[in-house]
Nanobody, 122 residues
């Protein structure tokens, strides 16, 4: 059974940092791995993605310079380091494996994790 399990979320003050982890089990994903988020009442949106080698990354504009995605293929884990957090970053964060299509599009991803809540207080 393939599973993606996110961890590392929590409550933090504005300007603080969190590091999210997503560990895959059941198979190895030799593809892009992405982070997404969904705030209450909003659609799920792309945050960042990273290629298998780690050599190519993409970010949504609002997190560039603040978030860093990385991966450790030996541990089957992808990370999202989030610095200078803002209240508008509050959301449930999900990781997923890219299956087809554009790597920055939600629709191209599958094997979603259960999500981890990130709350940034002002």
């Amino acid at each position: 059974q393939v599973q993606l399990v996110e961890s590392g979320g929590g409550l933090v003050q504005a300007g603080g940092s969190l590091r999210l982890s997503c560990t895959a089990s059941g198979r190895t994903f030799s593809s892009y791995m992405g982070w997404f988020r969904q705030a209450p009442g909003k659609e799920r949106e792309f945050v960042a993605t990273i290629s298998w080698s780690g050599g190519t990354t993409y970010y949504r504009n609002s997190v560039k310079g603040r978030f860093t995605i990385s991966r450790d293929n030996a541990k089957n884990t992808v990370y999202l380091q989030m610095n200078s957090l803002k209240p508008e970053d509050t959301a449930v964060y999900y990781c997923a494996a890219h299956l087809f299509g554009a790597v920055v599009a939600t629709t191209g991803y599958g094997y979603w994790g259960q999500g981890t809540q990130v709350t940034v207080s002002s």
